[in-house]
């Protein structure tokens, strides 16, 4: 069995973090004068995730840049500001392979849609899996979005540009998003309407692009492990500081790995109304409290298995990212004819 | 791996202290504190490994004891705790 790596989330603001021996230790101000100093052994970690306001000692930063450890830094809403990483690694014929793709429209246009095809089945799955825990009118209405979703792996079919693709995964998108209603329960208290973003403007979209943003993390982290160039993506086009292909690869794991776990929280009343709060320009924001625990949310459906339709065994959620990036790398080396999304069965 | 690390180092000397003392910081880079000499640690074959000799360059052989239990996976999930709380949980995620 291979131990899971964790990692280290600092939210709370006022915290700084310092190098001591071979430990992480967390100092607040308020803390108790008595009380023992919080330490965290860094073997145990391969990422820190820092939030606003928290300040990480540039000796700890040195540190987990030598030993290949991350530290990602996010504004306290969870929107990502920065990531220091130490020398680049990672295979250089890698690289060339991969920009050489993304120069050819016909290769990007087969990786664009393997990925797509793989958020479309992830994302009826969910409708299909909530379907069955479900009954009466709801269970009709989830049943017939993932029918329709399901026709639109036709058009995907016959794209023959990643500009198309795009457009179908639009639509999938809105048929997915418009049966939001049936996902939540007691979706009218929850206030949802569709996907809105850039302000969320109700709960259920806050948590979504909240976990998002954790999850392009951990996408993110997993290419430059395996030494892909992150920001030069296939379906998502080239734009400074767009991680292209860390956006491209979070596609598929979106379904599964976010939406549902944002569903789950709501639907058990893990997450109450009292965890947001709404803010004068209409948007919602989680608090301190909301936000510790997403992150333990987050943190334990990492540890659970998923079934990998092509590798053909279960795979840790916190691994997939790693598993597909692996993949990818693979297909672009040429060892693997196509690129095979992830895909539950 | 889960592993219990367990040390008496004997202090009636200043290089004794100094020893405790290291022996202590070397645990706190891979485990949790849950006694005075005692610590929890959760972590991978290599790391084992670096650990002994870690501690192996430090203690006096002739003075010192330290045990190192092998635990079975995941048995310090199931730990039945009288007393004082346990600081933190060794696989759960860690939020400050």
């Known amino acids: 069995m291979t131990e899971l790596l964790n990692t280290l989330y600092i939210q709370t603001p006022g915290t700084s973090l310092h190098l001591d021996g ?13 009380a023992k100093p919080r330490r965290v052994p860094l073997v145990r970690i391969d990422h820190l995730v820092a939030f606003g306001g928290v300040n990480v000692s540039q000796e ?73 825990d479900s009954s009466g009118f709801r269970q009709t ?29 639009g639509i999938t998108a809105r048929d997915y998003f418009a049966a939001l209603p049936h996902l939540v329960t007691q979706a009218k208290e929850w206030k ?103 992150f333990t949310a987050w943190q334990q459906s990492r540890q659970r298995t998923w079934p990998h339709a092509y590798l053909g065994r279960e795979v840790e959620a916190a691994l997939l990212p790693l598993v597909q990036a692996r993949l990818l790398a693979r297909h672009l080396r040429g060892e693997l004819a196509a690129y095979q999304p992830w895909m539950v069965n | 791996m889960d592993l219990l690390v367990t040390y008496d180092v004997e202090t009636t000397t200043p ?34 490994v670096k650990l ?8 006096d052989p002739a003075r010192d004891s330290v045990r190192i239990y092998r635990l079975p996976a995941m048995a310090l999930d199931d730990v039945e705790h009288l007393g004082r709380p346990r600081a933190m949980d060794p696989r759960g995620p860690f939020v400050i």
């Open chain 1, 192 to 294: 949802v309407a569709g996907r809105s973003k850039r302000p969320p403007t109700d709960p259920v979209n806050c948590l979504l692009s909240f976990l998002y943003g954790m999850l392009r993390g951990a996408v993110h982290g997993a290419l430059e492990q395996v030494g892909l160039d992150p920001y030069i993506g296939f379906l998502h086009g080239v734009r400074a500081g767009k991680p292209a292909l860390a956006l491209d690869l979070m596609e598929e794991f979106r379904p599964l790995l976010a939406d549902r776990l944002a569903f789950t929280l709501l639907n058990r009343r893990e997450l109450g109304i009292k965890d947001f709060d709404h803010l004068p320009n209409g948007a919602y924001q989680l608090t301190d409290d909301g936000r510790k625990k997403v």
């Open chain 1, 141 to 169: 209405a989830l049943r017939a979005s993932a029918e329709l979703i399901a026709g639109r792996l036709e058009l995907l079919r016959t794209a023959d540009s990643t500009g198309e693709v795009f457009g179908v995964e």
């Open chain 2, 15 to 48: 290089a004794g202290q100094r020893r405790l003392r290291k022996v202590a910081k070397i645990c706190e880079g891979y485990g949790h504190r849950v006694q005075k000499s005692v610590f929890e640690v959760v972590c991978r074959d290599a790391d084992k």
């Open chain 1, 22 to 34: 071979d430990t992480v230790r967390a100092f607040h101000p308020d803390d108790d004068a008595d």
């Open chain 1, 60 to 132: 700890l930063q040195l540190r987990c840049a030598a030993d290949g450890r991350s530290v990602t830094y996010l504004t306290s809403n969870g929107r990502f500001r920065m990531r220091t990483v130490g020398p680049a690694t990672g295979n250089p014929l890698l690289r060339q392979a991969q920009h050489r793709a993304a120069d050819d429209p016909a290769h990007r246009l087969a990786i664009s849609v393997a990925m797509i095809a793989g958020k479309i089945h992830n994302s009826r799955q969910v409708l299909l899996r909530t379907a069955r």
């Open chain 2, 52 to 59: 002994v000799a870690a501690i192996e360059a430090v203690i």
